[in-house]
Structures are given as C-alpha cells and as structure tokens.
C-alpha cells in the first residue's frame, strides 16, 4: 500500500512539475536549471535521516559523502541562483516599460 | 527537542508546498529572486526538521555539512557567468552521485530489501551513477578540458546497446538474490556499469548539442533523487525529485525543438563530426562584402532600429559588457535596441540571457525568436555576434540543408545585416551560412570583443 501511496505522489508531482516549469520564460531558463539544481540536492534530507549512530564503517563513509555532495548542490545551487536572478533587472528609466 | 516521525512529515509537506511556490514566482524575472528564496526557505525547513529526528550521528552530519556548504559557497560566488554551463554540469553531477551513495549506504546497511525496492535501488544507482559520468564528461566538454567533438566509432551503439543489456541483466540478477555475497557484487557491477554508461553515451555529443545534454542531465538528477526516495521511502525526496525530472524533460524538449531535431538524433547520430556539403557549397549566389569598423558605424549611426543577435561566440570572446556599452550609445543616439535571443544560443538554456543580464541589459530588452521574427522587416540592422547556425537562412529555404525545419532568427530579412565573425569557417555544424553572401549582408572580421570596441571608439569621436 505504501508503494502504491508513493507512486501516486510522483505522478501528482510529474503533472505539477510539466504545469510550473512550462510558464517559466527561456530568459529565466539557465537560472531555473541552478536552482532546480538546488532542489534536486533534496537527497540531502534522505541521507541525513540515513545518519544513524546505530550504523556503523562503510555505511557512515557512503553516508557522509552524499551529505557532502548533497550539501554543495544545495548551497552552490541556491547561491549561485541567487548571484544570477539579482542581476536581472528592469529598464530603470522612467515610463520605459 | 525531538520530533517523531509523522511530525516530520508534516513539516516537509510545508517544505514541498514553498517549493512548488518558489518555482512558481519564477514565471517573471520580476518575482524569480524572490521564489529562489522562498525555495531556499522551503529546504531549510526541511534539513532543519530532519536534524531533529532521534540517534543522528552528528560529528558526520555536521562535517559533513560544513564541507559541503564551504565548496559550495566558495563554487557559487568564484564560478564566471560565462561558466555557468559547466557549473551546472558538475552540480548536476554532483546531485547524480549523492543519490547513488545513498541508495548504496540504504543497501549496505539493509541488504534484505524488499523485492520492489531492489529493483528501485538498482535504477537509482544507475540512474545516479549514468547522472554522474555523464555530466562529467559533459563537464569537461564544456570547459575545454577535452575535445568538444563528438567521438564517434564504428560499432558505438552496438557497445552502448550491450552496457545497458549488461546492467538489465545484473539487474534482473540481483532481484533474485539481493541479500547474498552474488548480490552484493551484481550491485557493484551495476554500478561500475552505470558509469562506464554515463561515459559512453554523452561523449558522441558534440558542443553546440550541450544545452539538450545538460537539460537531460539536470532530468536525470532529480530522477535520481526520486529514486532514491522511493528506496528510503521519503516524501520530499520524491516530490523534489520529481519536479526537478519534469523540468529537465521540459528543457529537453524545448531544445530539441529549437533544433528541429529528434531527442534521440541528438543523443545518437554524433551530428557535426562531418562537413556537410550543400547546394550552396557549388555556387554562391553572392559575393561577401567586408565592412570597416567605420562603414559599420555609420550604418548603425543612421539606424532606428538595431536588433543584436548573440551566439556562443559572444561567451567566448567575454563580449557582453562592450555590446551594452554599445548598446548605450546606440540608445543615446536615439535608436530602438534589442537583443534577440534563440533557445539554443549558447551552451545551456538561456545562457546568453544570463550574460547581458549580467551586463545589465535590463530584461525588457531580452526578446525571444518568436517575437522578433514577425517583425524583422522592421528592423534597420541586426548585429549578429558570434551565432551563425541559429541564424542560418538555409533553414528556412534549403530542403537539402541537415538544419532544413530549425526555426532561426530570420535575421535575413532586416534591412541590413552585420555579421561580426572571425574568419569564413562554417560553424559547429561544418554548414555554409548563405547569410554571409546575402544582398543586404556585411561582414565585419575580428575579434568579437576588439571590434565592437573599435564601434565604441567611432561612437565616441563621431559624438
């Protein structure tokens, strides 16, 4: 049941996702990749509920690495998407719309 | 203060919800910064809430995390905007081999998985280790590191054919016996597998085909991530993970159609490794005409309209902050000025919007192929900057032509056109431009960069 129950997410999800991203404008396009970037470094969370202190050598060693690689996705994604959209700007003279 | 389990899930339905909202606010460049935050906002919830589940092993989880967000920082405010493509490659990455190691540690520690979650584990090191080759190689192309050109060999796809039999075949293996010393070796084999996959299938991807890759990459990180949601059986991860999948697939599709050309053409046919001749290549119908810095500045001077038209070029030649400049002037002088983008300019999906932005030309200026086409017999000059195949009328007038059907920036119907190259070499895709010896064509040679500073210069005096 729960497999059936997750499934169901994913495809609401799929749905919801083609509906969003196709109403981003392809000016924003390199932006919405850093920062879909960003989000796809969720797998963050399931390594981070996988740190148990029950485990123990190699399982901590895989476990850590993905918190790492996760954490850079996460943090370089979310900055660099920040450091991009902060410099679009619009025509700042007046009336000029 | 601990939470329980159902507690934290509640918390990550806030953490999807901000998600959904922030990809949302990045429907106008007006809003987008905002929705980026909120996005951010929406993970931080997320990582916090996790944090304070019970028995976390935290000398790990915050080494961890310090050296993450240390590279990633760092990575963030160092990387060029011309590099933006290959920092979202190794991000990309990046993403791909955390979901695999996760799927991993999730198997070392519970061998015994549940038939459905083995096959879903084996996908998700696959899908993770294919994301992370792949964007390495990807990586690499993008930053010169190694040959650009598609390689491509006789009996490619049979090999490629047989790597994804192979991993099929562990696969099914393993199914039968995960919790065994067989299992354990078949998942290493699919992993090894998986990235010796990631190798070969992008690297007959030639340069200017990087925006289709990276979009497919970036639709492989998130799918990775929902994989490995579905090993660990979490919520978020398959939300995340499947909006991330759905935008890459959009992207993909986007690019594909702004070349006209089939995913797997993209993916299979090693496309620019040979020169094609066409009708053009017989006979001209023209001459080219070279243009001094000074006739180009007097046609522009004269203009009511200009019309630039970047390509990667303009990447290449860090020429963004000139063209502005001179855009300025132009606009001093009275002249409408737009810059006119194709999907495909560049090496990523919307990478020469991010650098005039960066050049701060303001967005309203940024127009897309399809708003500029309808009106390009109104147009008195289109400057066109290091493009050259998105600007090729062969598109549109030349059934012989491999690029006969791509939509392009019919730059060809403006009054004039000025074409900044650096010689008369074909581009990526080894095509003649008939642009190059239109009627109402100049060619002005050099540098990218030194010429439009040589027009800045006229400018200047002439004023």
Request: hydrophobic content about 50%; charged content about 10%; proline content about 4%.
């Amino acid at each position: 049941m729960t497999a059936v129950f997750l499934v169901f997410i994913f495809v609401l999800a799929i749905f919801l996702g083609f509906e969003l991203i196709s109403k981003v404008p392809s000016t924003l396009h390199t932006p919405l990749m850093s920062g879909s970037n960003a989000i796809s470094g969720i797998t963050l969370i399931g390594a981070l509920a996988s740190m148990q202190t029950s485990h123990h050598g190699f399982t901590v060693f895989l476990g850590t690495l993905a918190v790492v690689l996760a954490t850079i996705n996460v943090v370089g994604g979310y900055a660099v998407t920040d450091r991009m959209l902060a410099m679009f700007k619009k025509k700042d003279k007046g009336g000029a719309q | 203060m601990t939470l329980n389990q159902v507690g934290i899930n509640f918390v990550y339905v806030l953490s999807a919800a901000l998600f959904i909202f922030g990809l949302k606010m990045l429907s106008s460049p007006a809003t987008a910064r905002r929705g980026n935050l909120i996005s951010a906002l929406g993970m931080l919830i997320a990582i916090s809430v996790t944090l304070l589940a019970q028995g976390l092993d935290y000398r790990w989880v915050l080494a961890g995390m310090l050296i993450g967000s240390i590279i990633g920082t760092a990575g963030a405010y160092v990387v060029k905007m011309t590099a933006m493509p290959e920092m979202v490659a190794l991000f990309n990455g990046f993403g791909g081999l955390a979901s695999l190691l996760l799927a991993w540690s999730e198997y070392h520690q519970n061998p015994a998985m549940v038939p459905v979650i083995t096959i879903i584990a084996a996908l998700s090191v696959f899908i993770g280790g294919v994301t992370f080759t792949g964007s390495m190689v990807a990586f690499g192309k993008l930053a010169g590191k190694i040959p650009q050109q598609a390689v491509v060999f006789k009996g490619q796809h049979l090999i490629n054919a047989g790597i994804l039999l192979a991993a099929i075949g562990a696969s099914a293996l393993f199914y039968l016996t995960p919790a065994s010393m067989i299992g354990y070796l078949l998942f290493v084999v699919i992993i090894l597998v998986a990235l010796a996959f990631g190798v070969t299938s992008t690297i007959p991807i030639g340069g200017a085909d990087m925006p289709v890759v990276i979009s497919l990459l970036n639709s492989y990180s998130g799918l990775a991530a929902c994989a490995a949601g579905f090993v660990v059986s979490n919520n978020i991860l398959i939300v995340a993970g499947a909006l991330v999948g759905a935008s890459g697939i959009i992207l993909t599709r986007i690019m594909c159609k702004a070349m006209n050309r089939s995913l797997a053409n993209v993916l299979f046919s090693g496309f620019g490794t040979a020169t094609v001749k066409t009708a053009g290549e017989e006979g001209h119908k023209g001459e080219i005409k070279p243009a001094s810095a000074e006739d180009v500045y007097y046609i522009l001077e004269a203009a009511d309209s200009v019309a630039f038209v970047p390509g990667y070029g303009l990447a290449v030649a860090q020429a963004q902050h000139v063209v502005k400049e001179l855009g300025d002037l132009l606009e001093a002088n009275g002249t409408e000025v737009v810059y006119a983008i194709h999907p495909v300019a560049g090496r990523m999906p919307g990478h020469m919007n991010v650098l005039l932005a960066e050049a701060n030309v303001p967005y309203d200026q940024l127009v897309e192929m399809d708003d500029i086409n309808p009106r390009m017999e109104t147009v008195d000059v289109c400057v066109v900057i290091g493009a050259n195949d998105v600007v090729n009328p062969a598109a549109v007038d030349d059934d012989r032509s491999p690029i006969y059907g791509m939509p392009i920036i019919e730059t060809f119907r403006a009054k004039t056109v000025i074409v900044l190259k650096r010689s008369m070499s074909p581009g990526f895709a080894g095509i003649e431009n008939a642009l190059f010896y239109g009627e109402n064509t100049r060619m002005y040679f050099g540098d990218a960069k030194a010429s439009i500073q040589a027009l800045v210069a006229e400018f200047k005096s002439g004023n």
